[in-house]
């Protein structure tokens, strides 16, 4: 047998335990992003869920870049995110809003004490455009451009340092 | 105190199994016996405290010890105490505390039993096995220890996964682990030899029943361990080709051949480094099964940040042992003499072409577990399932069932082709005959579980041809240990390819009265009552099964609800026939009174596992014959010395 084939299997191994070294190493990302960043907005028509305030389509979110924000009064980490949120706004970014699995009554209520940062309210009762969107949870904020293509997907609460990078995605994507 | 007195066992046995390896590491190197005759009770005591270890755990276990996390993270006081017992290796750190257990007991047994190969050989191969132990005593103690206490203890724990809580808990996992561990003898004696250039028959005839009966625990253990996941998962399969399972059938492959290989060196000195290489294999392919997938590492790459710090623990120890001893290879075994040749067409020719056909599908499988952590690295989410599995390593099991019927039939070192067809007449026309009374029967079907039966009839009949013409009374044991593993093998494959090819499948909402057909069977709801269980509750459903018009009897399958942890599992209920099981799922209500029923019909699937219990037996009688040999041997070698002393005692 020729000799460098003796060295083969460790070789191999070598090889194998090098990859295992390199995936053990890489900082481990368990969120699961959506498929549809990068393409259209897929086609819902939400009503309204507190009264004053338009429900959402896809249509009303074309025309000008924006943030979708999905969330519920039911979720804590919403609460967490309400002040950046304003933040946001108060940049003179338009932002739109799916509730999930909510009622009229907490969702105002959820707006008196944590602000209210939205420009349309959809109902989505049964999480239909939520899951059509490709959003595992809230919240979740996606950025749409212009053309109603979804540009970038931000899962989780928006943090204080999260707020540059969403203004500048906003901005990019005018 | 239980608790610690484990710690302290396994803190002990450490020490020992340190100091082992030192002493075995001097003694080879200065070829000191009396150094070489320590290694031997510091082996014993070692695993000794392992075992202490471990039933200080299953102690703890028992007595429901609140204050251990181990037992507050996986047991319940509520549970009954066999779930108690089986419990404490149901879990990470306590799974690892039964392997390296099983690994100083084997190292023990080694150093007691072990007196056929050369000292030195041995003393290296004790050093090999401590080398293992320690550092698998490290993982449990720096990263694993199953005997942490809780600073402040709960009232009760958080009970067992509820599918755990099956009798099969309590002896899957120990037999599957015993065989596991069972190849890290061949492993060390492999190690031993390439250490001091000792590879020859003295060294495979001390390692083939180590081997033989790690592979007959891994054939037990992998046929319950199938049997378990066909009634408790309630999907009716047998064989998923998850990574668990796959994990489990990669030693065993590696295994099987080598202990066709080694059979090879004992008897004909031939296949030297390739049993070697074996050897190192199939302890690789164990560990890689136990650590990566075990602790979560393989089933999802996520389980990599689950705990970095075991993980990487565990890659440094697969590295240490598995490239060590693929470096030693690689040094070593060019000085290793070539053994005995011989023809392409010869019985060793034959178990040339049994390991190369069982090593590529070896390959099959290890790229196939592996691929996905591959792709997702590369960016892709993809899973491989059964279609690839079946696909890729089917037609080469089928090669290999044909290699199978005809190596027993061939003669050692050098045979001819025209008289192994003349031997073959038999099995090739059973073949013949099973396939075209299948065609007349059932009709042209799918072709690989067709092939499968026509090929399991003629391996059927092939393997039994050894014993043609033999006197059956004088015929060594470990023959018919060949005959009963190989007829395994065929009653085992027709199983499969029957099943494959003719279960029925039938998924219904009925109400209670109604009935529905499967197979030969009509099946009736009769009704649906609650049960109360030890610490579960359940629905029942009365299910009057008839077949023809045969006695009715009761199937009674179940949905299960546990508390602690909260899940539901479905308790299947099968009727075993002679030519089959029918197996039913009580599924969820429709809210209209009527219930969602699951029936399979699924004909001759028993002879899957009683295949594979022959298939161990056949392993069992195979030990057993050697040992019975070696005796005889040993003592006809007794009595010719005496004899001679005798002589020349007449003669002086």
Not at chain 2, 494 to 506: I, L, N, P, Q, Y
Request: with cysteine; aromatic share 10%.
């Amino acid at each position: 047998m020729r000799r460098w084939l003796l060295w083969l299997p460790l070789a191999v191994f070598a090889l194998a335990m090098a990859f295992a070294v390199r995936e053990l190493r890489k900082p481990t990302d368990r969120t699961v992003y959506s498929a549809m960043v990068g393409k259209p907005l897929p086609t819902f028509d939400l009503p309204p869920i507190v009264a004053g305030k338009p429900g959402l389509s896809t249509a009303d979110v074309q025309g000008q870049p924006r943030l979708l924000n999905i969330f519920a009064s039911w979720c804590v980490p919403c609460i967490a995110e309400a002040p950046q949120l304003m933040k946001l706004k108060a940049m003179g970014i338009p932002i739109d809003a799916i509730a999930i699995r909510d009622t009229g009554p907490a969702i105002r209520q959820f707006l008196a004490r944590n602000g209210d940062p939205y420009t349309r309210i959809g109902d989505d009762r049964d999480s239909q455009v939520q899951l059509a969107l490709g959003s595992s949870g809230v919240p979740e904020t996606f950025v749409i451009d212009a053309r109603g293509v979804i540009v970038k997907q931000h899962v989780g609460d928006i943090r204080d340092d999260d707020v540059a990078d969403l203004a500048a995605a906003w901005r990019a994507a005018r | 105190m239980i608790a610690e007195a484990g710690l302290v066992a396994l803190w002990l046995a450490a020490a020992l199994a340190a100091m082992q390896l030192m002493l075995a590491a001097l003694a080879v190197s200065r070829n000191d016996d009396t150094l070489a005759r320590a290694a031997r009770p510091v082996a014993v005591v070692q695993g000794g405290l392992a075992l202490l270890a471990m039933a200080a755990l299953i102690r703890v276990f028992l007595q429901s010890d609140m204050s251990v996390a181990l037992v507050v993270a996986n047991s319940h006081s509520a549970k009954p105490w066999l779930y108690k017992f089986a419990g404490a290796w149901g879990n990470h750190e306590g799974s690892m505390l039964l392997w390296v257990t099983i690994l100083g007991v084997a190292g023990g047994a080694v150093a007691l039993l072990e007196r056929r190969v050369a000292e030195r050989t041995l003393t290296a191969t004790l050093g090999t096995q401590a080398a293992i132990a320690l550092g698998f005593y490290a993982f449990l103690l720096f990263s694993s220890n199953p005997f942490a206490r809780l600073p402040n203890p709960p009232s009760d724990g958080q009970g067992l996964n509820p599918l755990l809580q099956d009798p099969g808990l309590a002896f899957h996992p120990p037999t599957l682990y015993a065989g596991y561990v069972g190849l890290s003898v061949a492993f060390s004696f492999a190690v031993g030899a390439l250490i001091t250039r000792d590879v020859g028959p003295a060294f495979a005839r001390a390692m083939r029943p180590w081997v033989l009966t790690a592979w007959v625990f891994l054939t037990i253990g992998i046929t319950a361990g199938s049997y378990w996941a066909y009634y408790e998962l309630g999907w009716g399969g047998w064989w998923f080709w998850d990574p668990v399972e796959n994990a489990s059938l990669m030693p065993w492959l590696a295994a099987t051949a080598l202990l066709h290989s080694v059979s090879v060196l004992a008897t004909r000195d031939g296949l030297r480094a390739w049993t070697v290489m074996l050897a190192v294999v199939a302890f690789s392919m164990s560990m890689l099964g136990t650590f990566l997938v075990r602790s979560g590492i393989l089933t999802s790459v996520h389980a990599f940040a689950v705990d970095p710090e075991r993980g990487t623990f565990i890659l440094i120890l697969l590295s240490l042992y598995i490239g060590g001893a693929l470096a030693l290879f690689a040094t070593r075994i060019g000085v290793v003499r070539a053994g005995n040749t011989f023809e392409l067409v010869s019985r060793e020719g034959s178990l040339v072409a049994n390991n190369l056909l069982l090593s590529v599908i070896l390959g099959i499988v290890l790229i196939g577990t592996f691929y996905p952590i591959l792709a997702a690295a590369m960016g892709t989410q993809l899973s491989v399932g059964p279609p690839f599995f079946e696909k890729a390593a089917g037609p080469i099991a089928l090669v290999l069932v044909v290699v199978m019927a005809a190596g027993p039939l061939l003669r050692w070192r050098r045979d001819t082709l025209g008289a192994l067809v003349r031997r073959l007449t038999w099995p090739i026309v059973a073949t013949g005959i099973a396939a075209v009374a299948l065609v007349v029967a059932a009709g042209w079907f799918n072709m690989l579980p067709m092939l499968g039966l026509a090929l399991a009839a003629g391996l059927a009949v092939a393997s039994v041809a050894p014993l043609a013409g033999r006197n059956l009374l004088r015929t060594p044991l470990f023959v018919y240990g060949m005959v009963v593993a190989h007829l395994g093998i065929a009653v085992s494959l027709a199983g499969m390819a029957a099943s494959t090819a003719f279960t029925r499948e039938v998924l219904v909402a009925k109400a209670i009265g109604e009935s529905a057909t499967v197979g030969p069977y009509r099946v009736t709801l009769r009704g649906i009552r609650p049960v109360i269980g030890d610490n579960w509750s359940a629905l029942e459903a009365r299910l009057d099964v008839q077949r023809g018009d045969g006695s009715t009897r009761l199937l009674a399958p179940q949905s299960r609800f546990f508390s602690n942890p909260p899940t539901t599992t479905s308790e299947s209920a099968i009727l075993t026939a002679f030519d089959g099981q029918l197996y039913t799922v009580l599924g969820q209500p429709d809210g209209t009174g009527r219930w969602q029923l699951r029936f399979w019909w699924k004909p001759w699937v028993t002879l899957i596992w009683f295949g594979g219990l022959l298939i161990a037996g056949g392993g069992a009688l195979s030990i057993l014959g050697h040992w019975l040999r070696d005796r005889r041997q040993k003592k006809r070698a007794i009595e010719a010395a005496e004899a001679a002393a005798h002589r020349e005692a007449w003669a002086a």
